[in-house]
């Protein structure tokens, strides 16, 4: 904090500062801007320069690309080494400055300037394999690996960024084919292209199961396939036992059958390395992490079984209100089931894990309690990063938490001291945070509180199932733990309703079965032998009784 400003704005300077302003503050235009704001605007500028230059490098790649294809002398044939050369020494600059752009963006808080990154790269690298390709004329222009480019981007970008990417391809590529082949239509190859990356992109689009993408793959080829015969009117004609499997047309589809298969066998191949190096979550990923016989949620079930059930619930919970806004229920489902791992550690001193017998709190101090309760967080980072979790469950893990304060600690230490020493110890009863940054991180939060704080309803009727909660959705909002995920108040009354929809179901009345049944009474409505036997027949109907003389 500054002492005494000098000059004659010193006064005005430390009112100021009075007032609530913040410590690096100056008037820059006749307006009073902080220094976070000045920061934020500088990375904007910066940002955009940057996607500039990325256009930019982008075209003259691209321009290149086109230009070179005139080249009478085919890249492939003897005699051209010096072309042999300038092809790897362009090949190696294109992908090393790509690689760089897109490992340099990881730094970035922005992860839409790592999305930019990595897609010029997918664009830059299948615009690459199409120029090596056309310098083949012996290959048909359909073996272009576009139902590749066309899964790979539905795997890692949203559906609209995805089909744009693909139009840019896809245009650059009927310049190419117009340059170097001028004898196929070019219109035809876009057309035909584009109907099958397009099944491609919304094929892999929640895909739960690696032979789903061979489907896909297959799917796109085909309706390559199909396009081209159609865009060829004169494709049948002239067409004989002899010359049926040389014909333009028919080879052309063929290979683009050839080509879709060949894109899911790949894909399905390396998707691991692309979720590593991309950086992306695939649903596939996610089935295979919700599978509760892994060896670390069995262990944790064996360890914390308390805690364990815990995240099943909450992950019932998250997974309903996230289908109920269109977020991924997947995601929360499994970010639910690993979002306290850490309690592994120390399992005993949570109270969902405790059989009975003495509560180890009752024995600590509110700070030495509130530093083993806290400490759990940590704990599940670190197993969670040794498992090589991918970072958005990783994520959740103290998001689901956020800034909070561990209230009962927090209450107890608050009753040994007084008001004014209470509101100082607030702070320091906090959880580390940060506070979720995304809709599922967010969901997760509320998930947890209303799992949690609804096993101590006593009588959970609907009304008070309601009532609760909206207390504990609106006290999480007025904390303003939800300010950074993009949840509306739209999105929180869905998210309510869908709790107390299974929070009902969950607690779902039953029908109180009698402990004794008298085997004289003839006006029974069924034979009953005892009180198990009047179970088992009222699970199937609950509405017979058995009536006492």
Same mark, same amino acid.
């Given at each position: 904090?500054?002492?005494?400003?000098?000059?004659?704005?010193?006064?005005?300077?430390?009112?100021?500062?009075?007032?609530?302003?913040?410590?690096?503050?100056?008037?820059?235009?006749?307006?009073?801007?902080?220094?976070?704001?000045?920061?934020?605007?500088?990375?904007?500028?910066?940002?955009?320069?940057?996607?500039?230059?990325?256009?930019?490098?982008?075209? /003259? #790649? $691209?321009?290149?690309? !086109?230009?070179?294809? +005139?080249?009478? %002398?085919? =890249? &492939?044939?003897? *005699?051209?080494?010096?072309?042999?050369?300038?092809?790897?020494?362009?090949?190696?600059?294109?992908?090393?400055?790509?690689?760089?752009?897109?490992?340099?963006?990881?730094?970035?808080?922005?992860?839409?300037?790592?999305?930019?990154?990595?897609?010029?790269?997918?664009?830059?690298?299948?615009?690459?394999?199409?120029?090596?390709?056309?310098?083949?004329?012996?290959?048909?222009?359909?073996?272009?690996?576009?139902?590749?480019?066309?899964?790979?981007?539905?795997?890692?970008?949203?559906?609209?960024?995805?089909?744009?990417?693909?139009?840019?391809?896809?245009?650059?590529?009927?310049?190419?084919?117009?340059?170097?082949?001028?004898?196929?239509?070019?219109?035809?190859?876009?057309?035909?292209?584009?109907?099958?990356? /397009? #099944? $491609?992109?919304?094929? !892999?689009?929640?895909? +739960?199961?690696? %032979?789903? =993408? &061979?489907?896909? *793959?297959?799917?796109?080829?085909?309706?390559?396939?199909?396009?081209?015969?159609?865009?060829?009117?004169?494709?049948?004609?002239?067409?004989?036992?002899?010359?049926?499997?040389?014909?333009?047309?028919?080879?052309?589809?063929?290979?683009?059958?050839?080509?879709?298969?060949?894109?899911?066998?790949?894909?399905?191949?390396?998707?691991?390395?692309?979720?590593?190096?991309?950086?992306?979550?695939?649903?596939?990923?996610?089935?295979?992490?919700?599978?509760?016989?892994?060896?670390?949620?069995?262990?944790?079930?064996?360890?914390?079984?308390?805690?364990?059930?815990?995240?099943?619930?909450?992950?019932?919970?998250?997974?309903?209100?996230?289908?109920?806004?269109?977020?991924?229920?997947?995601?929360?489902?499994?970010?639910?089931?690993?979002?306290?791992?850490?309690?592994?550690?120390?399992?005993?001193?949570?109270?969902?894990?405790?059989?009975?017998?003495?509560?180890?709190?009752?024995?600590?101090?509110?700070?030495?309690?509130?530093?083993?309760?806290?400490?759990?967080?940590?704990?599940?980072?670190?197993?969670?990063?040794?498992?090589?979790?991918?970072?958005?469950?990783?994520?959740?893990?103290?998001?689901?938490?956020?800034?909070?304060?561990?209230?009962?600690?927090?209450?107890?230490?608050?009753?040994?001291?007084?008001?004014?020493?209470?509101?100082?110890?607030?702070?320091?009863?906090?959880?580390?945070?940060?506070?979720?940054?995304?809709?599922?991180?967010?969901?997760?939060?509320?998930?947890?509180?209303?799992?949690?704080?609804?096993?101590?309803?006593?009588?959970?009727?609907?009304?008070?199932?309601?009532?609760?909660?909206?207390?504990?959705?609106?006290?999480?909002?007025?904390?303003?733990?939800?300010?950074?995920?993009?949840?509306?108040?739209?999105?929180?009354?869905?998210?309510?309703?869908?709790?107390?929809?299974?929070?009902?179901?969950?607690?779902?009345?039953?029908?109180?079965?009698?402990?004794?049944?008298?085997?004289?009474?003839?006006?029974?409505?069924?034979?009953?032998?005892?009180?198990?036997?009047?179970?088992?027949?009222?699970?199937?109907?609950?509405?017979?009784?058995?009536?006492?003389?």
């Amino acid at each position: 904090m500054p002492g005494v400003v000098p000059g004659e704005r010193g006064t005005m300077a430390k009112a100021r500062l009075r007032s609530g302003g913040k410590t690096w503050q100056r008037l820059s235009f006749g307006r009073r801007q902080t220094r976070s704001s000045q920061i934020a605007s500088d990375e904007a500028s910066s940002r955009r320069v940057r996607h500039f230059l990325i256009l930019l490098i982008q075209v /003259l #790649v $691209a321009t290149f690309l !086109v230009g070179w294809t +005139r080249y009478e %002398t085919p =890249i &492939l044939s003897a *005699g051209s080494a010096w072309q042999w050369g300038e092809l790897f020494a362009n090949v190696v600059l294109i992908f090393v400055g790509a690689m760089l752009l897109a490992r340099a963006q990881r730094f970035e808080r922005e992860r839409r300037d790592l999305q930019i990154g990595r897609t010029f790269l997918l664009l830059n690298g299948f615009l690459l394999a199409t120029w090596v390709l056309l310098q083949r004329p012996d290959v048909s222009v359909m073996l272009l690996p576009v139902p590749l480019l066309g899964m790979v981007l539905g795997f890692l970008l949203r559906i609209n960024r995805a089909l744009l990417v693909s139009l840019v391809a896809i245009a650059i590529t009927a310049l190419m084919v117009q340059v170097r082949l001028p004898d196929v239509n070019p219109v035809a190859v876009a057309v035909a292209q584009f109907l099958g990356i /397009l #099944v $491609a992109i919304q094929g !892999v689009q929640r895909v +739960r199961s690696r %032979t789903r =993408i &061979l489907t896909v *793959g297959f799917l796109a080829g085909l309706t390559q396939a199909v396009a081209i015969l159609l865009l060829n009117p004169t494709a049948f004609r002239g067409i004989t036992l002899d010359n049926l499997l040389t014909t333009a047309p028919l080879l052309d589809a063929s290979w683009s059958l050839v080509g879709g298969v060949a894109a899911g066998v790949l894909i399905t191949s390396a998707l691991p390395f692309l979720e590593k190096w991309f950086d992306v979550l695939t649903e596939i990923r996610l089935v295979e992490l919700a599978d509760t016989h892994r060896p670390l949620l069995n262990e944790f079930s064996l360890l914390a079984p308390g805690s364990f059930q815990h995240s099943l619930m909450v992950g019932q919970l998250a997974e309903e209100a996230a289908a109920s806004i269109g977020a991924n229920g997947l995601l929360c489902r499994v970010g639910a089931l690993y979002h306290d791992i850490g309690k592994m550690m120390k399992p005993g001193y949570f109270v969902e894990n405790i059989q009975g017998g003495e509560n180890v709190h009752d024995r600590l101090s509110p700070e030495m309690s509130r530093l083993v309760v806290i400490a759990h967080v940590k704990d599940g980072m670190r197993i969670a990063e040794e498992e090589h979790l991918p970072k958005p469950i990783v994520d959740m893990i103290p998001m689901h938490h956020g800034t909070s304060v561990v209230e009962f600690f927090f209450n107890k230490k608050a009753q040994q001291v007084d008001e004014e020493e209470a509101d100082r110890t607030r702070e320091a009863f906090r959880y580390p945070g940060p506070r979720p940054t995304f809709r599922e991180a967010g969901i997760l939060m509320l998930a947890d509180g209303v799992e949690a704080s609804s096993r101590t309803l006593s009588d959970p009727t609907p009304t008070r199932v309601r009532q609760h909660v909206r207390n504990i959705v609106q006290a999480r909002a007025q904390e303003e733990q939800l300010d950074e995920c993009e949840l509306t108040m739209s999105d929180l009354h869905r998210i309510e309703d869908a709790f107390v929809r299974v929070l009902n179901a969950i607690h779902h009345g039953r029908v109180k079965y009698p402990t004794e049944v008298d085997d004289s009474s003839g006006d029974s409505e069924g034979d009953s032998d005892s009180a198990s036997d009047s179970a088992s027949d009222s699970s199937q109907d609950p509405t017979v009784t058995t009536r006492r003389s």
